[in-house]
């Protein structure tokens, strides 16, 4: 890189001593950049005074000694006066008399990242071609020379000016080059409307906000542009920025899946709003991540509020259920024994409701895996089917739909499982048929929909059926299969929609984020660090199935040796190992000499600090291969 940048400056040099006037370019701090020869020549400069570097203020001094300006009584005031004009940077042009009788021309012009370039022209012969002109003509009068020479200068003049004039025209182009290019690179669309609506700037990323809309809009009227649905719900939102009111809002556009955000601003020129300024960005993945946060934090709260509580009513029923033991054994007649079962039965019944309770409010990982979801849904149908009555059909249907795909199947698979019975008890004593379909919104969503032939929801239904404890089954249901299909579509970053069909039938419309599985992870040489030697081995063996070589320690200690080895590409180790340091404690402190990715797995809950603090990607046990690889991917092309 450095043969290549002298190169171009000897060339640059060389090309510079080809033309026939002296140049030269001082930065902002007044130090030459570059000077050609005749530069050198014309003021019979030392070399010091025409290398890289050399100061202004020494060159102004080294030719006021020689003369160049005749008799200078304050030599340092005159260079000081010289070296502020210089830092003015002002354009010029103008003509001396230098103390060896030659007249140069001066043209000096700012540079846009400071400092200026300065040419000199020796006009000697100019000056005497005119002053022969003036002695030899007795027919023109001496004010029509003096208009000659005064034009003559005035068109030189001019002439620099117009060539500082088109510099900063070619400058602003390429400004306004660079503008457009940066707006067309942002992941955004930045556009402005007039007051009739009308497209009057845009990057030409409309399109990728929101697919099939063009993305030369320019001349447009905005209905036109944005399309029907996404129009309806910006329109009000420009009345309001046209009387002055910046907004920033977002909605969920259905025709693509996708989310927005889009912020206004108010044209102001001279008082009058003459246009509106638009910036619009695809927040899609903000908000499932938002959402899946947001539903954590509920899990947590909840969490805090039914830990001591259920603990409390786990021992009642403990008591209860122990002091019905003891009168179940008890000589009693037979309607007590009938009530002594019907309370042992309710007891139970309260056990397994705390059960599903703690499945809502406990923490529970996202175990995400590339899935074939076809595979998924025949198993569904091979579970599902036992359970339905001879008069109910499962009919399930994949349109469109990319696979692999990264979801956690056992929680969709719970979740459809759910549904499906629920439909079951909807439809009743049949005949009916519950409609399974799996589709991908364009590329954001995919979504799980189950509708069946039943009398559909009420619009109490509707309202609540995702609230803890609504039921519809009546002492039958505990009221929180929707709630644990809600909770884990939300944890998931997705989102759950009830309706009612246009057939009268009740559908359920599950969207998880789509997300195409990964590659595998490239073959690797993989440290392994684990201390439990069949955990080790279990492990070993799923990083060689997917095509990794695996060395392995049961230490820090042990790994120490290994941690430099030539050509090692991953670590993977457990939090807790034997000996005095952990695996956080061992990869932390190698990390600066670490250049390849790093990765902790552990059986420690996610409250546990030693988890918590790691400030590597974290895998919890026990996994699957699937997970494993899907884990790896994931993080290894993050």
């Known amino acids: 890189m450095a043969r290549k940048t002298t190169d171009t400056a000897a060339l640059t040099q060389a090309g510079l001593n080809l033309i026939g006037q002296a140049l030269s370019i001082y930065d902002s701090d007044l130090k030459l950049v570059v000077g050609n020869r005749q530069f050198q020549e014309m003021f019979d400069l030392p070399d010091q005074l025409c290398r890289a570097g050399a ?58 990242q400071g400092g200026w370039v300065t040419v000199y022209t020796d006009i000697t012969p100019i000056k005497r071609q005119e002053a022969l002109l003036r002695a030899r003509s007795e027919e023109l009068s001496d004010q029509v020379l003096t208009h000659t020479e005064e034009l003559t200068q005035t068109n030189r003049a001019l002439g620099a000016a117009n060539a500082q004039l088109e510099e900063a025209k070619r400058q602003l182009t390429e400004m306004e080059s660079r503008t457009r290019l940066t707006a067309e690179m942002m992941p955004a669309h930045i556009a402005r409307i007039d007051r009739e609506l009308y497209y009057t700037f845009s990057n030409r990323r409309l399109s990728t906000i929101l697919p099939d809309r063009p993305a030369d809009i320019v001349g447009l009227h905005a209905a036109e542009a944005l399309g029907e649905e996404a129009y309806d719900r910006i329109h009000p939102y420009f009345e309001k920025a046209f009387q002055g009111d910046a907004s920033v809002f977002e909605f969920t556009h259905e025709g693509t899946g996708r989310r927005m955000r889009v912020a206004l601003t108010p044209d102001v020129d001279g008082g009058d709003i003459t246009g509106v300024y638009i910036l619009s960005m695809d927040v899609t993945e903000e908000t499932q991540a938002r959402a899946a946060l947001n539903q954590t934090r509920k899990r947590e709260l909840a969490a805090q509020m039914t830990s001591g509580m259920a603990h409390d009513f786990s021992n009642l029923l403990t008591i209860i259920m122990g002091l019905q033991s003891r009168l179940a054994g008890m000589d009693l007649p037979p309607d007590a024994q009938e009530l002594v079962t019907a309370t042992t ?102 979504e799980l929909r189950v509708t069946d032939t039943g009398p559909g929801f009420d619009p109490q239904a509707l309202e609540h059926a995702m609230d803890p404890f609504f039921t519809t089954k009546g002492g039958e249901g505990s009221g929180l299969g929707l709630a644990m299909v809600y909770d884990q579509t939300t944890l998931a970053g997705g989102q759950v929609k009830l309706f009612n069909g246009d057939c009268g039938g009740a559908v359920v419309s599950i969207r998880l984020p789509l997300r195409i599985a990964s590659a595998p992870a490239a073959p690797r040489l993989v440290l392994l660090i684990e201390d439990n030697p069949d955990i080790r081995m279990s492990v070993r063996e799923m990083l060689t199935d997917m095509g990794h070589q695996v060395i392995e320690a049961a230490s820090a200690e042990e790994a120490e040796g290994l941690i430099g080895l030539d050509g090692l590409g991953m670590v993977l180790s457990d939090i807790v190992l034997e000996g005095s340091e952990t695996g956080p404690e061992f990869l932390a402190r190698h990390a600066r000499d670490l250049s390849v990715p790093a990765f902790l797995m552990t059986s420690l809950p996610s409250t546990d600090p030693r988890r918590n603090t790691a400030s590597f990607p974290v895998l919890s046990k026990p996994f699957t291969q699937a997970e494993l690889s899907a884990f790896l991917s994931k993080e290894v092309l993050a």
């Open 55 to 112: 100061d202004f203020g020494d060159t102004i001094r080294a030719l006021v000694d020689r003369g160049e300006y005749g008799d200078v009584l304050d030599t340092e005031g005159f260079v000081q006066s010289r070296v502020e004009q210089a830092q003015a940077f002002e354009p010029h042009y103008l003509e001396r008399t230098r103390a060896n009788g030659r007249v140069i021309s001066i043209e000096g012009s700012p540079l846009p």
């Open 345 to 446: 039965g309710a007891a139970r019944r309260g056990g397994t409701l705390l059960d599903r309770l703690a499945s809502i409010s406990g923490h529970r990982d996202m175990r995400l895996e590339a899935t074939d979801v076809g595979t998924l849904l025949r198993t569904l149908e091979t579970l599902a089917t036992p359970t339905l009555p001879d008069d109910v059909a499962l009919d399930i249907r994949i349109t469109g739909l990319p696979d692999p795909v990264l979801i956690d199947p056992g929680s969709v698979q719970d979740a459809l499982l759910n549904l499906i019975l629920n439909a079951t008890h909807a439809i009743g004593a049949g005949p009916g048929t519950i409609f399974l379909t799996a589709r991908a919104i364009r590329e954001t969503w995919l």
